[in-house]
């Protein structure tokens, strides 16, 4: 019972509910990348290399031989590179998305934890240490004035 316990204390926290609402934005938002990359990028990218296709772009190591189907059929070796080309394309797309994002959560986090900012509410236990720390402040102060 212990481990059930603990379970629904991780949940009812919301770890588990952070966790599963950011994993099912980002499957999202990977598809809307993946369709950014693909149909908007891309395409005049190819337009501007003279009609080439990264995803088709390859480095063949060794030519195929033969015909298809028959014993002495021997496949292409090949170096496929151009899909990396897509990827890479989208990795800097989603990580400079992400920057953005998190850049953006900070400010907020920022403003909200300044419990001098009167327009974000400031959450209760930072406010609290805030006091806490002024009180601290000004009991230093009375006794560095004592000992002068």
């Not at 059929?73 to 400079?96: A, M, R």
Request: net charge neutral.
């Amino acid at each position: 019972m212990g481990l059930f316990k603990e379970f629904k204390e991780f949940a009812v926290k919301g770890n588990m509910i952070d966790m599963a609402v950011g994993i099912i934005i980002g499957t999202a938002f990977n598809k809307v990348v993946d369709v950014l990359v693909k149909q908007v990028i891309m395409p005049p990218l190819s337009m501007l290399t003279n009609g080439v296709n990264y995803a088709d772009r390859k480095i063949i190591l060794q030519e195929s031989s033969g015909i298809k189907g028959e014993a002495d059929f021997i496949e292409e070796v090949s170096i496929g590179y151009g899909l990396l080309i897509e990827t890479l394309i989208d990795f800097l797309v989603i990580g400079f998305v992400v920057f953005l994002v998190v850049k953006f959560m900070n400010r907020f986090r920022n403003k909200a934890q300044d419990p001098k900012n009167k327009k974000v509410v400031t959450p209760k236990d930072i406010e609290l240490l805030s006091n806490l720390n002024e009180l601290m402040e000004e009991q230093n102060k009375l006794l560095r004035e004592r000992q002068n």
